[in-house]
């Protein structure tokens, strides 16, 4: 079946270290994004990109980073420069045509500092 | 640059009545309008999209929405609610041509017995 496939689910980070978010995605999409979910926030974005090789930063980059080697994956890591990382972590992708560019989530990683 | 204002951080109603979530949308270009469904600790679902065309438009579960292009409004509704539908509800725009899809802060939906 095609999906996106988060992981891990849970992670629990201590405070200085950085850690990396896995998203993985069989859909033939173009595009990927990352997004933050805290209480009563809704979804923020974070990075998306929409070609292998490229990423943009979204609306709260800071203190994370991505990568885009290859179209199926959009790892996000949480660098130690975030000062609250505590969060829902979802990933998305899209195709980019008009009119199926609706978004497919992932499960999502809860991330803890400890 | 798109934004969507959810007015109902939460909607608390009783089993079987109908139901109406609200959501409001800013943008200078056409859009495609969506509404997600979250239950706890998961990812989020789509319940339908309004692309083009019929401004009514159906989707998973019995719910429904409208797109008002007036009001710039795309409100959710459900007319007999069930327990199964406690969850987040997200209202999403984004402008056609890339753009980045854009959220609101979500409506919680409490269904009672």
């Known amino acids: 079946d095609g999906g996106i496939t988060q992981s891990p689910k849970y992670l629990f980070r201590k405070e200085g270290q950085n850690v990396t978010l896995s998203c993985e995605q069989n859909?033939?999409?173009?595009?990927m994004y990352w997004y933050r979910q805290d209480p009563g926030q809704g979804l923020r974005l974070i990075y998306y990109?929409?070609?292998?090789?490229?990423?943009q930063k979204g609306d709260i980059a800071e203190g994370y980073s991505v990568s885009r080697e290859k179209k199926e994956s959009f790892p996000l890591t949480v660098t130690s420069a975030q000062k609250n990382p505590t969060a829902f972590y979802l990933c998305?992708?899209?195709?980019?045509?008009?009119?199926?560019?609706?978004?497919?989530f992932g499960q999502g990683t809860r991330l803890t500092v400890v | 640059a798109q934004s969507v204002t959810q007015l109902d951080s939460q909607v608390p109603v009783f089993e079987e009545a109908p139901v109406e979530l609200r959501c409001n949308y800013s943008s200078s270009v056409s859009v495609y309008l969506f509404w997600y469904v979250q239950y706890p600790n998961q990812g989020l679902q789509l319940l339908l999209k309004y692309l083009s065309g019929s401004t009514l438009v159906k989707g998973i579960n019995g719910f429904e929405a409208e797109f008002n292009k007036s009001q710039t409004s795309f409100h959710l509704r459900k007319p007999s609610v069930h327990i199964s539908d406690t969850a987040e509800y997200f209202c999403?725009?984004?402008?056609?041509?890339?753009?980045?899809?854009?959220f609101g802060t979500g409506t919680r939906l409490l269904v009672s017995p």
């Open positions: 999403a725009v984004v402008g056609t041509g890339f753009q980045k899809l854009v």
């Open positions: 990109s929409q070609i292998v090789n490229d990423f």
């Open positions: 859909l033939n999409h173009d595009a």
């Open positions: 998305a992708s899209s195709y980019l045509s008009p009119g199926q560019d609706e978004a497919f």
